[in-house]
């Protein structure tokens, strides 16, 4: 199963956390039905959540801004942020995967929550497509005390947070390759892609800057002396 991920503190809002399981059990389901077809994608799937889960816990324990609420609006969004992840597909569809992944979470497991919250989420899941990383963080850092900004560079650096770990990073950089169509790529294309991926990173809230930021700054060093 999924790392069922929650703030350690006081339970949040009963909607909220119930639209949190539904969330969960929805992504298990999807990842279990296509492992069965053989067809669950090589990076986004639900290791990928268990492991943005994972991080974006972290990020709470060091950054006390976000309320209970705050914190259990951007679970729900990071869990759900890949629901409908096409992999090397995606470029075919006429809406992206984030609008689509957006109005599902929406439509079918989010009942009970007020609408302005359900309308949170959207956004958030929305942030998450790449074209959209620059100016989040571009924007937070202009306004850092603004919290859906603060959830949402949250949920763009816990996205990424495992492929900076130095134990992780090749790994998972092949296996985006492979999602992409390159079934046995290279050593020399894997390091090619990371080195594109780290010139490319934005890290700006105080959690990932504590936490992953000495990690941005070795792989940095190493691609520019290598």
């Known amino acids: 199963m999924l790392f069922r991920s929650l703030p350690n503190s006081t339970v949040p809002d009963s909607h ?3 639209a949190y399981w539904r969330v969960i059990e929805a992504v298990e389901a999807e ?3 296509r492992d069965q077809l053989g067809q669950e994608l090589a990076y986004h799937n639900r290791i990928h959540i268990s492991e943005t889960l994972t991080a974006l816990s972290y990020f709470f324990l060091i950054d006390r801004q976000l309320s209970h609420k705050d914190r259990m609006i951007s679970l729900i969004a990071m869990a759900g942020h890949d629901y409908a992840h096409q992999g090397n ?3 075919a569809l006429e809406k992206s995967q984030e609008e689509i992944t957006a109005q599902l979470i ?3 497991y989010l009942a009970g929550i007020p ?3 359900k309308n949170i989420i959207h956004s958030l899941i929305l942030g998450t497509e790449h074209g959209k990383i620059r100016p989040n963080h571009e924007s937070f850092r202009t306004t850092p005390s603004d919290n859906l900004l603060l959830s949402q560079v949250l949920i763009n650096e816990a996205d990424i947070a495992a492929s900076l770990l130095p134990d992780l990073s090749f790994e998972l950089t092949k296996k985006i390759l492979n999602e992409r169509g390159q079934q046995d790529p290279s050593d020399a294309l894997v390091e090619s892609a990371f080195s594109s991926f780290v010139s490319s990173v934005f890290i700006s809230s105080k959690p990932a800057l504590s936490l992953l930021m000495p990690h941005l ?3 940095k060093t190493s691609f520019q002396s290598g």
């Open 106 to 108: 929406g439509l079918n």
């Open 217 to 219: 700054v070795t792989l």
């Open 115 to 117: 609408v302005v919250d």
């Open 89 to 91: 597909f995606f470029n």
């Open 16 to 18: 909220l956390l119930q």
């Open 31 to 33: 990842g279990q039905y």
